[in-house]
């Protein structure tokens, strides 16, 4: 076998699994859920950087001249772009 999941992922799992008992537990089809008193492992919050809107256009339309990816980021992108400042300080 590989190497172990990440504890993001055995979070997803845990709660899916969670819930499937919590639903045999209610539909009285056993007594107890075996997921009673276990944890799932933390997980560190990581920081979230969005990519500046230049970026992310290059990204959609890698192929797109500048001025195509300037038209979009002033209808699109500019109030995006006042939001994030705004927040930001």
């Known amino acids: 076998m590989g190497t172990a999941p990440a504890p993001p992922t055995i979070q997803v799992i845990y709660r899916y699994v969670g819930a499937i008992f919590r639903a045999a ?44 990816r300037q038209a979009v980021g002033s209808a699109l992108g500019a109030p995006a772009d006042q939001v994030r400042t705004t927040i930001a300080g």
């Not at 539909?27 to 992310?56: F, H, M, Q, W, Y």
């Open 25 to 68: 537990v209610a539909d009285r089809l056993i007594v107890e859920s075996p997921c009673t008193g276990v944890r799932p492992p933390k997980v560190k919050p990581r920081a979230v950087v969005p990519p500046a809107t230049d970026n992310t256009h290059s990204h959609l339309w890698p192929g797109a001249e500048d001025r195509t």
